[in-house]
């Protein structure tokens, strides 16, 4: 006994456990429709209310077996409209005691309103002043749909008591559940199974995705495909059931009725809506395709001449890609300007509202943006910089790697990449070295005082040599010195040549320095810098062999 009774509770927990899924959405489906049976109620409620300015409680509703019979708008003989709901529902529950016929009966009144009788007990009387204003109604449609309501409800109450409907609602909503707890098992398996297949394609698929996105980024978006497709599933057949089940029921019959219209006219919403746009989409389509047909022909014009194929006289072919870049900016701004009246929702108060906002930032936070892109407009068509170019800017200095709108990066020497703001490059004395250079490299200089009693051509052959020594200067053009300068104790010599990679600027600079040094000092010559006054006792120079004294390797 007891070994059976433990096998019949883990059948029961396992099972529990294995529908946990299915009775959480049930749980969310019944929640979502003791929320939104009300709100629409609410809303039909509100839509019965008199002409604006009218107070809330002006229409008073009259329901029998939770369905909506007509709505009171004006008081009878001095009775409130609350005491006139209350006999209504007393009279109707009269008039089906009296009889099982059901029989409904419309008299006129010498107002102009009519009395519904139900078994021969008038149970209510419509006047003309619980017409609806807003809609237009007449007293013949008002008439007919009360009388229709009515009908409705009395059968329902019928219904109510009778034990067999009740059971067969019972059984229905039983079955309906199993179909439903079914239909999850079914769906879960379909997730599983989907995702299995998944796996495999994935793994069979992961070198060559890899290429272009990363596997696991593909693999998480699917996933969570299958699991919104899931839920989307899970919940309308929830919706559904619920849907179904509170048909069954006389009482609860309004609310799957109204559950359904909702459905319906929420579906039908959509398409009207879906079908309605279809005309403005086709206009926008047309639209983004002709810009993007003109965006293309832009972009090959452009890059015929910022390659040289194609030499016009109004652009250079370093401003040939900045204008490309504006002239297809301006195109879309253009395009999106034509499109944006078919666009779906644009007359809406919440998309001009959402436009309005939109604007109101850009507005605010556009200054700096605008003046920043005016310098680097006039930066760039009045080509201060160039791609390649080493130039200083303020105590930066570098090669020029990319010249933007808003901005213009540059390589340092030791490797790092600066970011100029290009309304500082406006403000600032900026210093190309390479713009003027022959050939197209890097100018670099660097001077050394030597006194008179050298000579000058020694000098001259001295400085050449140790450029000759140097590794990343050109030899076309060929460096040269110049005595830029003839102090009263030393003569200024200036040797001039090209740096190969203007990047490694310092570093050849340095190379540089270091063999002008073993040249002077291999020939006994004496370098007076920084200062000179007076000639020494002795030569002030290194004799060749001490060059590598320790810690120094040859």
Excluded at 464 to 486: C, I, M
Aim: aromatic letters at 10%; hydrophobic letters at 45%; charged letters at 20%.
């Amino acid at each position: 006994m007891n070994t059976t009774l433990h096998r019949l509770i883990n059948i029961w927990v396992t099972g529990l456990n294995k529908a946990r899924p299915a009775l959480f959405a049930l749980l969310i489906l019944l929640i979502g429709a003791a929320t939104t049976v009300p709100m629409y109620a609410a809303v039909a409620q509100a839509e019965e209310q008199p002409v604006i300015g009218s107070h809330p409680s002006d229409a008073l509703p009259v329901t029998f077996m939770n369905r909506h019979i007509f709505t009171i708008r004006s008081g009878i003989m001095g009775f409130t409209q609350e005491e006139r709901r209350i006999g209504i529902s007393c009279r109707i529950k009269v008039a089906m005691e009296k009889s099982s016929d059901d029989h409904v009966l419309i008299r006129p009144t010498s107002e102009g309103g009519r009395i519904i009788e139900l078994n021969g007990v008038a149970v209510f009387q419509l006047r003309p002043g619980d017409l609806d204003p807003v809609l237009g109604q007449s007293m013949d449609e008002a008439v007919t749909s009360a009388t229709e309501n009515l009908k409705i409800a009395v059968r329902e109450a019928r219904e109510q008591g009778n034990s067999k409907v009740v059971l067969k609602g019972i059984g229905f909503t039983l079955l309906a559940s199993a179909f439903f707890y079914l239909a999850c098992r079914f769906i879960y398996w379909g997730q599983r199974s989907a995702i299995r297949r998944l796996k495999n394609w994935l793994d069979r698929w992961d070198e060559k995705l890899a290429v272009a996105i990363h596997p696991q980024q593909v693999s998480n978006a699917l996933f969570f495909t299958v699991d919104l497709s899931k839920w989307t599933l899970i919940v309308t057949a929830g919706y559904e059931w619920a849907t179904f089940c509170l048909s069954q029921f006389p009482y609860s019959r309004p609310w799957g009725e109204k559950l359904h219209s909702f459905l319906i006219e929420t579906l039908q919403g959509i398409l009207s809506a879906i079908i309605g746009a279809l005309p403005g989409l086709l206009v926008v389509f047309v639209i983004v395709l002709l810009t993007r047909f003109t965006s293309q022909i832009l972009k090959a014009f452009f890059a015929r001449i910022e390659s040289g194929e194609v030499t016009v006289t109004w652009m250079a072919e370093e401003t040939a890609k900045p204008t490309r870049k504006i002239t297809q900016a301006l195109l879309w701004l253009f395009a999106f300007a034509m499109a944006y009246p078919y666009l779906p929702g644009s007359n809406t108060e919440a998309f001009k509202g959402l436009s309005v906002l939109v604007g109101i930032m850009l507005s605010i936070g556009g200054a700096g943006v605008v003046g920043q892109a005016a310098s680097g407009l006039i930066m760039v068509y009045s080509r201060v910089l160039r791609e390649g170019e080493f130039v200083k800017i303020d105590k930066i200095e570098g090669v020029v790697t990319a010249v933007g709108i808003f901005s213009t990066k540059i390589r340092t020497s030791i490797g790092e990449e600066v970011n100029v703001p290009n309304s500082l490059i406006g403000n600032t004395t900026t210093v190309n070295s390479s713009r003027l250079a022959e050939g197209g490299g890097l100018v670099v200089n660097t001077t050394v005082t030597i006194g008179y009693n050298t000579p000058w051509r020694q000098v001259h052959a001295l400085l050449l040599r140790a450029a000759e020594n140097t590794p990343g200067l050109r030899s076309d053009p060929q460096p040269f010195v110049v005595q830029s300068g003839l102090s009263d104790f030393y003569v200024e010599y200036r040797l001039c040549a090209q740096v190969e990679r203007p990047e490694i600027r310092r570093v050849t600079l340095s190379l540089l320095h270091a063999n002008i040094q073993d040249v002077f000092n291999e020939f006994g010559v004496q370098i007076m810098s920084p200062h000179y006054v007076n000639d020494p006792l002795q030569k002030v120079w290194v004799p060749k062999e001490q060059w590598f004294e320790t810690p120094a390797k040859e």
